[in-house]
């Protein structure tokens, strides 16, 4: 089968591979129909996961057909529509009991194009697939599930239910890339007074205010503390929502909130960063950080189901399976082609 | 009266001072019967508070008995006996309302020996006496209530309870000073597996196990992340609670907490600390600062009067009034005296 | 002043009565600006509620302008508009600092037009003035306003917060009277999957429709268990909120849910209930009861400020102060007048 | 093999039957070392429960050592020594992702000695071994593992947690049977300031001394309300346990409760209860029921190993497993024999 295999820093290509096999009784083998590509494969490419290693298949998203199953999968069959979620669960450790899947000490978590092959090939072998598949139900397209695979539940449970968003709440999110615009979608499920999106680029100002953003402020031009102050009485935010990935926007976060304030840390961070606990220590503020569970993915299955949620909204280009080179390339000049999600199908 | 009186850093003296009076309709005027030192007030006499200034009597936690109200005050009278809390409370702005008094914005929170006159003093001048002060209950001697003035609601809602201590929980203490103890008290009460104490003073370590430490580490001789991971399976510990208040000491506690841990600040800090978000991103990991509410107030008070919670261990050391600057000795060479709390008494 | 005044089951009067008059230095005394009527002075009428005697005022709800305040009252002055909530709270005693006004043990609670004269006149006599009016937010109308002084925090924290409605969820609501479509209007808040609205009246479902309802179901036609049943692939409902009060409508409440499901109860009883021990005991279902304590009167207010919630849609009549009984008439007689909630203006 | 079998009401006898095998690929075969008896056992022998038919192995508690596994089992193998738990998870449902395990719809939840054969018997087919069984911990005896198949994770979750005990809480147990022992083993766990047994029989409430209740009333003699009352100013208990499963006690419960309060039903009712709305509506009680889940089997496990918990307490009798009859008639004959739980040993 064609693949898009990694190769060391920068290089990559949509090569000839061996076909997946069955190796454990619990994996399914999957036909991938449609995938996306994640901002946190880019930081791959770039070298920045030192675990992903020459020869590795990327990829951690896809809504697919069941091809074959090993004996020990109970509840999937040939044929059947699933999406493969971006974390596995073995099912049976103590962090799976908890249903923090993310943590899984069984062989799952984050594991496809990271520590196993992925997504981004033609099939692509699923460890544990009972616990880390879902069916498809009716009525949703397989461009909105594939958005269930990663982007959804991450910026709902790691922002949107970390910094425990409640009706009538001021939510500061900083970062207007595709997982603060997921996290301007998922606050909005709970009936905020005001999502204030806070970026430095016009592009993404202009794409928060689409999916759900009151206000936005340009940081290189004004000041967000200010502005959020001003909007709060003084306090500062209810709960600001990181969604870069950088210190300077932590910081930021952490001068968002209002005393009793949470902050709650969705970017993917690569250096450490400065708690001003010399302000902070008296101001009764919650910062929480996390890795997505995926037990939310049921939930969001429903919304999108009932039309609650659209999922469909960040897919901003389509390709084809064979055209993963030009996806990519789209999906990594953003800032020019104005891509959110880029959407693959076969 | 005499009270002890701030004249600058390391500046203090017992000195003759006017009487306090009803300024407010909600005031009352207490005489103080007994009271206690905190270690807070050594970081104000070392000039770390710079709100507190020239001429301010000292102190922000007492026992005693109520000399006169204003009209306003509905709930006391003359002749009561109560415990004067660290914090006031107005009772009407919206974080009162919350029962987050600590951070009342309507001229309480922690006001005593820092923006008014305090309770290390003859008489202090009450504020909002009917939201800020607690009956003293049947069969609890005022030595013990004293403790519930700062310490034991300190330890307990910032420490305890922000840090969601749980049965079974391994809970490491980092700091085995006075607020350290408290909040090894505290964790008792939810029936942990494993409390650990960690310090570099083997006299604390000692104290620590008397308070319920079931294990000490002292982390100049041993490697405290070593410890905790070999006791929990290599995962850390469920809650890790700071009582120290310096960088080192926070980012040990980040070191110390599995995942999905939570990380407990008591400890107040006057530099920044470094929050190392490039390990601690994946890990969902809480981390939570406060000052306290002292909304647990009322359930110490019951668990004190009902001896589930002996408040009078923490008392070494006994004066008078009088005795004032000589008890402060004490308390300040805690390593040589062996002081936990100091109380003077009427 | 004009006053609707009770004299017994059945008979009740606008008629001249004393003005009101500062009793306690905590009160204000409010004109009162615009009014509205509520299910449970009906319930008073009928005689239900022997508490009020004789020569009461009646009412709990109102929009006013303050006329006086007492010694004792620090926040608010003549001249101030304000909400009059349906709970006063003393500010002071265990449940006031829980937040748990409603359950207020010093003099305050459900005490407008219960325990003492109301507000249903052209002036009130309102207590603990501070702690249980709140200032009228900019760009808010009256008739929006008035809203929020019953039916709203009573639908939103007895229906909406106590079955802790979630996105994803399935509710179910058994009654769609006023209270009832209050409830859906606050559910739809938190984005569930289906709301369904369940009545014997088409006129009700109809209006539940327009406040958000997906579903409705005749229980007088249809079998509302089985129909929710269906849409949960036999599970039952998350939430099942009853918002009519007899034994019947919080019985199907307990067959409506599914295992692990809330059922909330709204409704005001005059009777007792049967619940099925004998198959609920295995069920994990949890079962609230409770009286509005208006905690979250400031959200909502930020909500209908920020126009989350359009508080006016509940507004179906007008009329003037004088015209209290035509009010009445229209409001008693909903199913022929389509009468929601009316609103009585100065 | 020798097993207990059920031959319809009052009809048992211990028996040649065929040994067990693996039916399905996740089974385990566990020979049974330690065992105990439920009262839910009990009420089946009684005809109470229908769905147990003639011929079935009772029994759902074991500690023991697997003998044989099936090859979809990954986390246990022949020779383990095991906890088999009263309840089975399928761990992939619906309900065992959200750690509802009794609930499970997979095929598990409470099923040994009720819908499959139970582990009063020589050796035992368990279902879903990677998910229903619990490796022993070092140190802790059979005789006090067993007591975490059933009785404590029940008596904990449906009881202590569900009601929601908290430090300082007043907490009425109504029955002092071994159910109502243990949800007072479990809320000493939260530091309660009062916990008060109640019951007909001196000689149970003797027990629930020893097992920790400050307080008990035999509530034939006097009444148990006016005694609640009288410790908690006549507000009421912040959390009623009922572990009989009567009407009477249940309805007891509603009246036990303070404004807030929390009734947690544990008992194992076999008809309906009067629900006292007409009182209940205005006082803000939460009502919950529930089976056991074992989510909380592993915090105990902990406890137990951390001899924070006394598990042996519990055990007032010996016997082989031959001697399973006479076992029973001691059990059952509690009232003379004295017995809490009796143990059964290979």
Known sequence: ?????????????????????????????????????????????????????DGRILGHEAVGTIVAVGSGVK???????????????????????????????????????????????????????????????????????????????????????NGRVSPGDTVAVVGAGPIGLSAILGARMYSPSHVVAIDLAGSRLDAAKRFG?????????????????????????????????????????TRLVRPGGRVANIGVHGKPATLHLESLWTRDVTVTTGLVDTYSTPTLLRLVASHQVDAGAFVTHHFALGEMEAAYDTFRRAGETGAIKVVLTR
């Not at 971006?86 to 923090?100: K, Q, T």
Request: aromatic share 8%; glycine share 12%; with cysteine.
């Open 213 to 253: 953003a009151d206000h936005t402020v340009n940081n290189g031009e004004h000041d967000a503390v200010a502005f959020v102050m001003g909007i709060t009485e003084g306090l500062g935010a209810d709960v600001a929502i990181e969604a870069v990935g950088v210190p300077e926007t932590f910081e930021l976060c």
């Open 75 to 161: 509840t999937r069959a040939p044929g059947d529509r699933v999406l493969v979620s971006c974390i596995s669960a073995c099912g049976r450790c103590r962090f799976c009991r908890e249903g923090r899947f993310g943590q899984c000490l069984g062989g799952g978590g984050w594991i496809f194009g990271h520590l196993i092959d992925g997504t981004q090939a033609e099939y692509v072998r699923v460890p544990f697939a009972d616990t880390s598949t879902y069916p498809v139900p009716e009525g949703v397209s397989d461009e909105e599930l594939v958005m269930l695979a990663d982007i959804l539940p991450t910026s709902y449970e790691v922002g949107v239910l």
């Open 1 to 53: 089968m064609k693949a898009l295999v990694y190769h060391g820093p920068q290089k990559f290509a949509w090569e000839e591979v061996p076909d997946p096999k069955i190796l454990d009784d619990t994996d399914a083998v999957v036909q991938v129909d449609t995938l996306t590509i994640c901002g946190t494969t880019l930081h791959i490419l770039k070298g920045d996961v030192p675990e992903v290693t």
